[in-house]
């Protein structure tokens, strides 16, 4: 175990394990109120799954929507994440994620100093449901200069490897080829970070601000109970590390330790479909679920993940192979994805979570062909207007690209029936010169126009023609940012044991717990905000203080009081 800040101690009022977005929120929402507080990650880097993030928050009802004159409730939010996660989810934490993530975000902003852009344009994912809105449920964090903020500590934060745009930059400048990359370096060298690293950036110096100890390579093994294992009303006293040693905590230990992706085995038997591949820090395994498990905590929703198209394309993190996340490759204007059968299966500029489930569907009569893998296919003149990824026309093709000089071509290197694939980018032509898809209605929605081309030209943002040779086929797999079910808590982010009581002395957020909104995904940003703000209620659920947050004034008397 090393600290990053503060000295060795054996004893806090609170021990975190993990230090992600939920992680640090916890932290420093504790030790704002007062308490002494220690991180303990596992890696050697801060920041898990949330510093590799787009780093947004979906939070319904916020101070800026209602500001900036949209008409959003908490009701409204509640029935569409209702419709979207099919009934799925449990009403105690979709009540304590909607009626308090504005709290959280106010909280954030005054106590913490995180800094948040309003997007008052992005829309829900899923238009055609009952309480959907076109815009103003989305904050993502601003750009943060890591120096000025952490100083040498910045070196320890986990970097995605991606240039300091924010998703706002991303979606008006549209494809990378648009991009300004000599600002985007000048950013990088004055050392400003975007998306979740900026995030995990502010979180981290309110963390350092108020005293909380950080620590790397820190990987808890089990919790201490002073009760004895499976004793009834056996309180959680601290956590051995797998080291051996031991940290106690005198009032609570907070599981935030990310998912259980990574461990195959784990992933294998309870996932609901075959997870190809992900993104997250592969120290994901499922520590702190089996820590909770050993002591009879209660599990929800572990056949589900925050599902993502994705392709393997040599990236890695920690020296690990990771997915790469399909966006703009697959909504922009010119492109298709066809499955093994040579014909399209979905709307590809739909939300990624909706897209990669049909990914795992059946789609033939007889349900005997399975969809994966696809292909993403396009032409030249995409190639040239958009790139791929960081490829672009004129360079080599790389090896995650397959290129033919015509589509039947392209069919034999992919293996797909040469006819199934020309008839289905003829039909796809005929109709996009157009406009229209009445096969899977892409470009009708907000959602999918957003992540289209506004200087398309053709009539739909979101459609264009294959016309011309070479032709590409880039393989897509079913991919996830990572698991999103595990402990159940309660609405104050409690630990619930089999019966449905609370543990005492354990709480539980982010993706180590069951989500929130279940198998849902209503729109960017809803697995951060949610998980922050069952951080935040954890962190003043520890301190005594109201779920609510009523202002500066209300919220600065636990830190004077010290």
């Known amino acids: 175990m090393k600290y990053l800040t503060g000295s060795p101690h054996s004893s806090y009022d609170v021990v975190v394990l993990g230090s992600g977005a939920g992680a640090l929120t916890a932290a420093a929402t504790a030790a704002r109120a007062g308490k002494s507080v220690v991180v303990l990650e596992k890696a050697a880097l801060l920041g898990g799954t949330s510093a590799v993030s787009g780093g947004m928050l979906w939070i319904a009802a916020n101070h800026y929507a209602r500001e900036g004159g949209f ?105 990378f080829t648009r991009f300004p990359w000599d600002e985007l370096g000048a950013r990088a060298e004055s050392g400003l970070v975007a998306k979740g690293r900026a995030l995990v950036a502010m979180l981290l110096a309110a963390a350092v601000r108020e005293g909380v100890h950080l620590t790397v390579e820190a990987r808890g093994e089990r919790l201490l109970l002073d009760g004895g294992l499976g004793h009834d009303g056996a309180r959680v006293t601290g956590v051995a590390l797998a080291t051996g040693e031991e940290i106690t905590a005198a009032e609570a230990v907070v599981i935030a330790t990310g998912g259980f992706e990574w461990d195959r085995a784990l992933a294998d038997s309870m996932l609901a479909s075959r997870l190809y591949t992900m993104c997250s820090p592969p120290t994901n395994e499922g520590d702190g679920l089996r820590m909770a498990q050993r002591i009879g905590a209660q599990t929800r929703g572990t056949r589900e993940a925050w599902w993502a198209p994705m392709s393997v394309t040599g990236d890695t993190r920690d020296g690990q192979p990771i997915g790469t996340l399909l966006r703009f490759e697959r909504q922009g204007p010119g492109s298709i994805m066809v499955n093994r059968c040579g014909r399209r299966f979905a709307n590809e500029s739909q939300n ?96 999918d126009r957003y992540w289209g081309d506004a200087d398309n030209l053709w009539p739909n943002p979101s459609l264009a023609p294959l016309e011309r040779g070479p032709y590409y086929a880039m393989e897509v797999v079913n991919g996830a940012f990572g698991t999103n079910g595990g402990i159940s808590t309660d609405g104050s982010a409690r630990v619930l044991d089999v019966d449905g009581a609370p543990i005492p002395g354990l709480f539980a957020v982010g993706n180590a717990t069951e989500s929130a909104y279940a198998a849902g995904y209503p729109g960017a940003g809803a697995t951060l905000g949610p998980l922050m703000t069952m951080g935040y209620l954890a962190g003043r659920t520890i301190a005594g203080e109201p779920a609510a947050y009523d202002g500066a004034g209300a919220a600065l008397v636990g830190a004077e009081a010290r």
């Open 352 to 447: 990624y979570n909706d897209l990669a489930r049909c990914l795992q569907s059946w789609d033939s009569p007889n349900n005997t062909t399975l969809n994966t893998p696809a292909h993403v296919v396009f032409d030249q003149a995409y190639l040239e207007r958009y790139g791929i990824l960081a490829h672009r026309a004129g360079e080599p093709t790389p090896e995650y690209l397959i290129e033919g000089a015509t589509l039947p071509e392209l069919a034999a290197k992919i293996g797909v029936p040469a006819d199934a694939l020309v008839a289905t980018v003829e039909r796809f032509n005929a109709f996009a010169v157009q406009g229209e898809d009445p096969d899977f209605h892409r470009g009708e929605t907000a959602y």
């Open 71 to 175: 008409n959003d409730t908490a009701e409204a939010a509640a029935q569409y994440v209702r419709a979207v996660s099919r009934g799925r989810g449990r009403e105690e934490l979709l009540d304590a994620a909607v009626s308090y993530g504005d709290s959280m975000l106010r909280y954030a902003e005054e106590q913490l100093g995180v800094k948040f852009l309003f997007l008052d344009n992005f829309p829900d994912y899923r238009q055609d449901l009952p309480g959907s809105v076109d815009g103003g449920r989305t904050i993502e964090p601003q750009l943060a200069n890591i120096v000025e903020l952490l100083g040498d500590l910045g070196e320890h934060v986990r970097s995605d490897g991606r240039a300091p745009f924010t998703m706002q930059e991303y979606e008006n400048w549209g494809a």
